[in-house]
Structure formats: structure tokens, C-alpha cells
């Protein structure tokens, strides 16, 4: 595995250089070793997991159960958090839909200046009101978040690089695969996806995160990948990471890559089966814990308290 973690800067090495060099490496040509039998058994894996499920949840092709990238993750973090009510988002998740927006408007409008009031009439465009609405909820700190969000995409329109049009850049592509004869379905949308079918060139997962780096994130986009090669038939070659605090990461999509993350989904759809099924939804504390909405009603997660930073 190759992981690449280094600032936005625009700049060798920055952010443009690290998808420039993701895309060389993968070439016109290039291809994820990964077979048509390989693909084929993770295929009967997800689907035997899904009917297993649907015999204990109850769903079926005309009710099924939905999966969400966003669901996935939580049933896995903490299942009773996961199915509990949104708190509303926080400064830094805000944060990241601006960066992501910004990244999307970059990859279709590379012609066009790249500002924060370009990136925000874009969400506006869009219907998308989560950070209009957060500004106004803030009141008198909007203006420093502004200030913070218009420094982040000036570093991100500074390193964002120019992409050939023969990988033809598509964002908030839509991803929907059916498991178990349609008792189970799992669905989301890409950020940025480059090439793939048709484009006779491999596929490039890019993932846009908010908040601040950590190892996990990069679930998401194995989990995207994943959902690409049952979709395409064809594995992508590589997931970029891109984080809101100027991280950048990029992994190769081997296989072990996509085991490990069929192994993810088969352990959530298996949590969302007993939970169907009328269990408690599980407790697990962790970072997490710091913005959950039940806390104040979860004795793990009242008890929990980060690690001591290192001395």
C-alpha cells in the first residue's frame, strides 16, 4: 500500500502534484489486477450476506434495506449513534462540504476563478442550504468561518491541477448496487470519479472529506471503489483521499483492498439485521463520542474520555 499524507500547497508534492502523479501512475492502459472470478466471489459473498439478512429483517425487493456510505460507517462506529437523529453539523463537517463543492467546481469548471463565494453560489445552485444554514445559526462567528473557508479553497484552487478531458471528470456520480435479489441495496455518489467504462481508461475514486485526517476515512473510498467494480464489472485503480485540512492520501486498490471492505458491509448489513430483528442497538465509545447527540442518555459514552496526548 502506498500512502501519500502532505499539505495543500500547490507545490510539488502538494495536492495537485499527488493526483497528477495518481493519474500518471495509473495510465490510459492501466488496470487493477483484480479478475473477473475475484469479482464474481466478492459478488456471491455481499449477496449470501444479504439474503441471510433479509431472512432475519424481514426486507424484501419491494422493502428493502437501504445502505448508505454514511449508514455503513456508523452501524460499524457505533449502531445506536447511527440510528439515532442528526444533531445538526459541526463547524468542521460545514467546512467540508465547502471544500468538497469547491473540488467538484474545480474538476467541471477548471476555466473558471475558483472562489468561496463561486463555491457557495454553486452549493446554492444546487439546493444544497446546509451551510447557508449553519452561517446564520452562528451568527457573529460567521464571518471567521467565511474567513477560514475562503483560505481553504484559495489553497485548493491553487493546487487543484488541470485534468485531461480524456479521463472525462464526472462528480456526484451515482453508485447503486442491488444484494440478495434486491433485499439489500447499497447506494451513494461519487465526489470525483475519473475514468472508467466508457472511457477505455481505469477508474480514480476521489473522496473529499471534512474535519480533520484520520486512518478511517479511508473506508469510504474502498467502500466507493467497491461499489464501482460490482457496478463497471472493473475494478478502480486507485482512491485519493482529499481532507479539508489539507490532507491528501492515496492508496492503489488491490484486492485485499476490496475484501476488506466487503468484509465491512457483510459485518453492517449483519448489524442492521438484528437490530431489524429487535435487538439493542450496540454501544461502542469512542472519538466519536464528542458530538453525539445521546451522550447525555449513554453511560459508556458519558464514561468515555480521550487518550492523553503523548508527553
Known sequence: MVD??????????????????????????????LGADRLAGLRGLLDNAARSAAAVGGWTDAEPLRLSKHLVTGLLRCPRRALADDAGASDEIVMGLVVDAAAKLATTSPRQPLTVDATLGFLAALGETTVADHLDAIGDRARLFTLEARARVERLAMAWPAIEPAWWPRIEEPVRVRLGGGAVTVAGRLDVLLGGPPTGRPAVVVEVKGGRWYDGMRADGHLYALLVAMRDGEAPVTAVTVVSDGTTQVEPIRPSVLDHAADRLVEAIR?????????????????????????????????????????
Open 4 to 33: 501519500v499524507q502532505q499539505p495543500v500547497r500547490g507545490r510539488p508534492g502538494g495536492l495537485g502534484q499527488v493526483l497528477v502523479d495518481a493519474l500518471d501512475a495509473a495510465g490510459p492502459d492501466g488496470h487493477a489486477a
Open 271 to 311: 448489524v442492521a439485521a438484528g437490530v431489524a430483528a429487535g435487538e439493542p442497538p450496540a454501544t461502542r465509545p469512542g472519538g466519536h463520542c464528542q458530538h453525539c447527540p445521546v451522550r447525555p442518555d449513554c453511560p459508556p459514552g458519558r464514561a468515555w474520555r480521550p487518550e492523553p496526548a503523548p508527553s
